[in-house]
């Protein structure tokens, strides 16, 4: 950061007490946190992909009974239509859990740490480093929309 502080605007300018390393621990929590995000989407992209695998099932039965295949379909429907993806689970269980627990807390403790050392302001590390590497003055560069 090369004692650069400066901000694109006061709602993501620094408290004075916070220093360089405390600015860079709160990017990489915000990073983790994004991350975290982003694994919740592919959660949530899975259960849809299951649901709608399990709906094809009824397809799959209802051709293989028609095409006289019943041995075939009963397995299929007995042993794959309505399973569970995890012991006990279906995947919005999954989902649940994942969104109550581990999510929540990540949140949770995240908000706590920039609540705590920087009096809850956000993305202050991209803030300046957007500061940093723009070009005053130039179409596209500008620190905020309404500059």
């Known amino acids: 950061m090369a004692g650069d502080h ?3 605007d006061d709602e993501h300018s620094r408290p004075a007490r916070v220093d360089d390393t405390t600015v860079e621990a709160l990017g ?11 694994v919740r989407g592919h959660l949530y992209s899975a259960h849809q992909l299951v649901g709608g695998a399990d709906l094809t ?20 429907e007995r042993e794959l239509l309505g399973r569970n993806v995890l012991p006990g689970r279906w ?13 929540a807390a990540f949140q949770e403790v995240e908000r706590y740490a920039r609540e705590t050392l920087a009096d809850g302001r956000r993305h202050l590390y991209e803030a300046e480093m957007k500061q940093r590497r723009r ?13």
Request: charged share 35%; net charge negative; aromatic share 6%.
């Open 6 to 8: 400066r901000s694109v």
């Open 28 to 38: 990489e929590l915000s990073k983790a946190l994004e991350t975290i995000h982003r």
């Open 91 to 103: 995947t919005f269980q999954i989902m649940e859990e994942f969104d109550d627990g581990y999510y």
């Open 57 to 76: 099932l009824d397809r799959v039965v209802e051709l293989l009974r028609k095409a006289g295949h019943d041995e075939v379909a009963n397995r299929v």
């Open 135 to 147: 070009t005053r003055g130039m179409p596209g560069h500008e620190a905020t929309p309404q500059e």
